[in-house]
């Protein structure tokens, strides 16, 4: 829902000259929303509000507490962002995701919502493909075709009929652009994953969210300051409710995807972004009077059929499990032989 109003509510602004978002304020807002609600989910985990009492306190210490705010915790963990070096790693994706998310902005001035969110189904295939050689993410031969199905569907949803009956592109260059953003937003993903899932598994999201989204407001704001601010006739008075509705829904959209990302997976996010076609397309049809066209639907449709066969056509978990059984076992049985040297196992 959230990644299907990104682009609606972006594309309801700019169908007024008035209310055409300054992309560099509205990611700046965005990324310092993000990272305000962090710190606060950060200092609720912490316990910054409960003054370290905890269901064994006595009532006799509960007297004693001068008060039960204490914000130490979370001033503690704040300092470690700064002086821990492993930080520096959420610089990579977060300069990623500002790449990206000014991207969109610049994406929708060229195709309408529902082409952009179809396309954008090709992060699925970039992820898959950046997913199996970074992380060594083992995939079936079937989701491997599905994926090739999704380039198939998302590039048929492209195309449109002139009237001389060939076919071109509604967009070369918003098509190229969907391209990088696909890449950049795999290698951003895959990357994420890799930080906040399998390096520091163990560590809060609502830390590493911070870590990552302190970036963001810093590069963000740099270019604000830097290259809009003199020419905004002033920070809030420029804001309309749809830029606010924007700030809203993108903010809840970060949040939302860096969970999916540590807690299923990068693959789990982009196929659930497919689904943002439909509600994309149906709203667009009643308020921005879209008329999709068959090659919009057969595109659709395409990658329906390859989200279905990548759910599907996930590697048998038995079968993987007996296989490591049998290995394992092997393995005992050469060194119970003493001939392990004669089999090297990676």
């Known amino acids: 829902m959230f990644n299907a109003s990104e682009s609606l509510l972006v594309g309801i602004a700019n169908l007024r000259q008035e209310t055409k978002p300054n992309s560099a304020k509205i990611i700046f807002l965005v990324e310092l929303v993000k990272i305000i609600i962090s710190i606060i989910l950060l200092s609720v985990e912490l316990g910054c509000f409960s003054g370290g009492i905890s269901p064994d306190t006595?009532?006799?210490?509960?007297?004693?507490s001068n008060s039960i705010i204490n914000f130490t915790p979370l001033i503690r963990s704040l300092k470690s962002i700064f002086t821990d070096n492993t930080t520096l790693l959420?610089?990579?994706?977060?300069?990623a995701y500002f790449i990206n998310n000014n991207l969109v902005f610049l994406i929708l001035n060229l195709m309408n919502p529902p082409t952009f969110t179809v396309l954008s189904n090709l992060k699925?295939?970039?992820?898959?493909?950046?997913?199996?050689?970074?992380?060594?993410?083992?995939l079936?031969?079937?989701?491997?075709?599905?994926?090739?199905?999704?380039?198939?569907?998302?590039?048929?949803?492209?195309?449109?009929?002139?009237?001389?009956?060939?076919?071109?592109?509604?967009s070369p260059f918003g098509f190229l652009l969907i391209l990088i953003f696909s890449s950049i937003s795999a290698e951003a993903s895959v990357y994420t994953e890799y930080v906040m899932k399998d390096k520091f598994g163990n560590e809060s999201i609502n830390l590493q969210n911070t870590k990552l989204y302190l970036f963001g407001v810093l590069l963000n704001g740099f270019v604000y300051f830097t290259l809009s601010y003199q020419s905004d006739d002033g920070f809030f008075l420029t804001l309309y409710p749809?830029?606010?509705?924007?700030?809203i829904s993108v903010s809840s959209l970060g949040l939302i995807t860096s969970a999916i990302i540590k807690y299923s997976g990068s693959i789990t996010k982009v196929y659930a972004n497919s689904l943002a076609m439909f509600f994309s397309g149906f709203v667009c049809y009643y308020l921005l009077e879209f008329s999709p066209n068959i090659n919009f639907f057969l595109g659709a449709l395409i990658c329906c059929l390859s989200v279905h066969m990548y759910n599907t056509g996930g590697l048998d978990q038995y079968n993987i499990i007996r296989s490591k059984e049998h290995e394992s076992s092997l393995i005992n049985e050469?060194?119970?032989n003493g001939g392990l040297e004669k089999r090297i196992y990676y």
């Open 58 to 64: 006595t009532f006799s210490q509960y007297r004693k």
């Open 90 to 95: 959420f610089g990579i994706p977060a300069m």
């Open 124 to 138: 699925i295939l970039t992820t898959g493909l950046f997913s199996y050689i970074f992380l060594n993410r083992i």
């Open 140 to 170: 079936s031969t079937k989701q491997w075709i599905s994926l090739i199905l999704l380039f198939i569907g998302t590039t048929i949803a492209q195309i449109q009929f002139s009237s001389e009956g060939t076919f071109e592109f509604t």
């Open 242 to 247: 749809i830029h606010y509705a924007i700030i």
């Open 334 to 336: 050469d060194l119970e």
